[in-house]
């Protein structure tokens, strides 16, 4: 059984437990962070560090988020996870546990700390270049998309309807403009130019984002931080998702249509191959 971390215990998952007054459960009162760990080494931490930090911050959550860094390193350990391909951490914290109000517990109680870690899989090259499919749905999340909080009901909802759909993942649009997916950022390529929803409220500003259009830079592939109408989206010469355990992943077909000739394009292969060199450096 997979050993947890919980409020300062390492413990068997089926042990750990949470109170039923806690602000996470009542309210999804707090924010996580998905740090990736390649052969056994986090990567990009600091910017996972930084980002839980800003969004605890944003939140009025009071924690020292930097002490998780040893945390993140056991329980690879712990797990047998420090010397496989592909893993990552999970790590949320909440508001902590207090009789329901909405404002906050006055005084405050100390956060809910919650940290785990699995493996990922990666696709078998052969089926990464099948590509995958993708419905798009209305946006319905809060107009906050960059704290990444716990409170995931619109994310939920999209990938739901994704399945339903007998598709890969979902698209969400906000006013006509394509955004990101489910629990992913977008990219499209269109004449050789890669372009991404820029950095604003209405998206997670993806760590994976800022990896692939530094990568891209060095590749002498312009980039261009831009709002992508969805009718233009849907002629794009190719389109991929990108994020912590979804690294790269090209998107052949759109509510049915395919995308550019229905085929993984050359700039998502170029860049998967630039960024699995990245993470395995
Ligand atoms: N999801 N956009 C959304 C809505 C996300 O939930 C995520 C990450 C991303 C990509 O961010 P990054 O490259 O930093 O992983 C973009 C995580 C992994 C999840 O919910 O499991």
Redesign the pocket.
Same mark, same amino acid.
């Given at each position: 059984m997979s050993v947890v971390y919980l409020n300062g215990d390492y413990l068997p998952v089926g042990d750990a437990t949470v109170s039923v007054n806690d602000r996470g459960f009542l309210f999804g009162d707090g924010v996580?962070e998905?740090t990736?760990s390649y052969g056994g080494r986090l990567f990009r931490w600091e910017? @996972?560090l930084a980002?839980l930090k800003t969004g605890l911050a944003a939140i009025g959550i009071d924690f020292d988020a930097a002490a998780l860094e040893q945390v993140k390193e056991e329980l690879l350990a712990r797990n047998g996870l420090d010397g496989v391909p592909a893993a990552?951490v999970?790590v949320q914290v909440t508001r902590g546990t207090a009789p329901r109000t909405h404002w906050f517990p006055d005084p405050p109680v100390a956060p809910t700390v919650y940290a785990f870690a699995n493996r990922f899989m990666r696709p078998a090259m052969a089926e990464w270049r099948r590509g995958v499919s993708a419905v798009t749905v209305p946006d319905q999340r809060w107009a906050r998309?960059d704290i990444?909080a716990i409170a995931?009901l619109a994310?939920v909802l999209a990938a739901q309807a994704a399945v339903e759909a007998g598709a890969g993942n979902a698209i969400?649009v906000r006013d006509g403009i394509a955004l990101?997916?489910? @629990?992913?950022?977008l990219f499209a390529v269109f004449g050789g130019v890669l372009a991404t929803a820029p950095k604003s409220n209405y998206?997670? @500003? +993806?760590?994976?984002?800022?990896?692939l259009i530094e990568l891209a830079g060095e590749m002498g592939i312009p980039v261009e931080e831009r709002a992508i109408p969805l009718p233009e989206l849907t002629r794009a010469d190719e389109v991929f998702f990108? +994020?912590?355990?979804?690294e790269v992943r090209p998107v052949v077909e759109i509510d049915g249509r395919k995308v550019g000739d229905g085929r993984v394009g050359p700039v998502a292969q170029r860049l998967y191959e630039r960024f699995l060199e990245a993470v395995e450096a």
């Open positions: 996580y998905v990736p910017q @996972h980002r990552y999970y998309a990444k995931l994310n969400f990101e997916g489910s @629990h992913n950022n998206i997670l @500003h +993806g760590i994976t984002r800022d990896l990108s +994020g912590t355990t979804t």
